[in-house]
Each structure stands twice: as structure tokens, then as C-alpha cells.
Nanobody, 124 residues
Framework: QVHLVESGGGLVQAGGSLRLSCAASGRTSSTYAMGWFRQAPGKERESVAA????????RIADSVKGRFAISRDNAKNTVYLQMNSLQPEDTAVYYCASRTTSELTLWGWAYDYWGQGTQVTVSS
């Protein structure tokens, strides 16, 4: 099994930045595509970003395009989500997830392993 642990969440003022990290361990592979998702209270989980196993291809949700970026360091088994120009509507629990294939997708059902989530709160 793959274990995923998110970190880096916290409270930030509108317009500020945070970088989330997702450390993978266990039966993980650098060939696995990874994704970031978020869920706010009373709302459905939504896709944020995804990255291919090699890190060569990324996909960013329209709602955060231009503000968020996903990257990975396979030597560290870590995936990052850089969040800039944060707004109150970005407040949510952010989850990282791993596929068991290399192809990236924003469909949550395609992901096999999920982290516990990290809270991001943006104050106005």
C-alpha cells in the first residue's frame, strides 16, 4: 500500500502564498501519477491539479490556473502544490492522492490512495 502524508497547510491572509507537500512512502513508485484535490465544508470534493509520474506533464483546474502549480521531486518521493494569490474561496481541506498508473487525470475516482488532508484557511 501507499501512504501519503500532506503538510504545509495553515492560516494565510488573502493574497498570500502557501506550499503544500505530500510525502509518499510504502509501495509507491515514481511512475505513479499524483493529484491534489480539495473539499470545503458543504461542498463536493473538487480537482485542483495533477502531475504525471515523470513530472513532465501537469494539469491545473481552471479555477486555480495561473495561481497554483504542481510539481514533484521523485528523489524525495514528494509532490508539491504551490499556491499563490490565495483567496478566501480557496479555504478547504487539501488532499493528495496517488494513482497506480502513470497517466494523469483530474477524475478523483481514478486515484487509489489518499492522504489524510491538510487544512488551508485564507482570511480576507
Amino acid at each position: 500500500q501507499v501512504h501519503l502524508v500532506e503538510s504545509g497547510g495553515g492560516l494565510v491572509q488573502a493574497g498570500g502564498s502557501l506550499r503544500l507537500s505530500c510525502a509518499a512512502s510504502g509501495r509507491t513508485s515514481s511512475t505513479y501519477a499524483m493529484g491534489w484535490f480539495r473539499q470545503a465544508p458543504g461542498k463536493e470534493r473538487e480537482s485542483v491539479a495533477a502531475i504525471s509520474g515523470s513530472g513532465g506533464t501537469t494539469r491545473i483546474a481552471d479555477s486555480v490556473k495561473g495561481r497554483f502549480a504542481i510539481s514533484r521531486d521523485n528523489a524525495k518521493n514528494t509532490v508539491y502544490l504551490q499556491m499563490n494569490s490565495l483567496q478566501p474561496e480557496d479555504t478547504a481541506v487539501y488532499y493528495c492522492a496517488s494513482r497506480t498508473t502513470s497517466e494523469l487525470t483530474l477524475w478523483g475516482w481514478a486515484y487509489d490512495y489518499w492522504g489524510q488532508g491538510t487544512q488551508v484557511t485564507v482570511s480576507s
